[in-house]
């Protein structure tokens, strides 16, 4: 069982940054392949950015690659998404997922803890 809490939304002017971050509690961190995902109102939960236990592997969505980091910290259990170059169709609730086993997915199915979620709104 491993506990999920993101930080660091908020309203921000399109071309500006943020960093979300996503602390874990509970079972090893480092055991577990994490993700980012978002959701605007009225559609789909879609798939954000992965990284792999180590940090040594990551895979975007194409619509943030070239804008947005994601990282983590083992030590601190603790992963991060560094979004730059923020869009108004970035806005979303943005939510910190993880799931057990070696490989990144992109389907939320596939996690099985998630975060409550933080709001994040670019204006335009």
């Known amino acids: 069982q491993v506990q999920l809490v993101e930080s660091g939304g908020g309203l921000v002017q399109a071309g500006g940054s943020l960093r979300l971050s996503c602390a874990a509690s509970?079972?090893?961190?480092?055991?577990?392949?994490m993700a980012w995902f978002r959701q605007a109102p009225g559609k789909e939960r879609e798939f954000v950015a992965a990284?792999?236990?180590?940090?040594?592997?990551?895979y975007y969505a194409d619509s943030v690659k070239g804008r947005f980091t994601i990282s983590r910290d083992n030590a601190l259990s603790t992963m991060y998404l560094q979004m730059k170059n923020l869009k108004p169709e970035d806005t979303a609730v943005y939510y910190c997922?993880?799931?057990?086993?070696?490989?990144?997915?992109?389907?939320?199915?596939?996690?099985?803890?998630w975060g409550q979620g933080t709001q994040v709104t670019v204006s335009s």
């Open positions: 997922a993880a799931r057990s086993g070696t490989y990144l997915r992109t389907n939320p199915s596939e996690y099985t803890y």
């Open positions: 509970g079972r090893t961190f480092s055991s577990y392949a």
């Open positions: 990284i792999n236990w180590s940090g040594g592997s990551t």
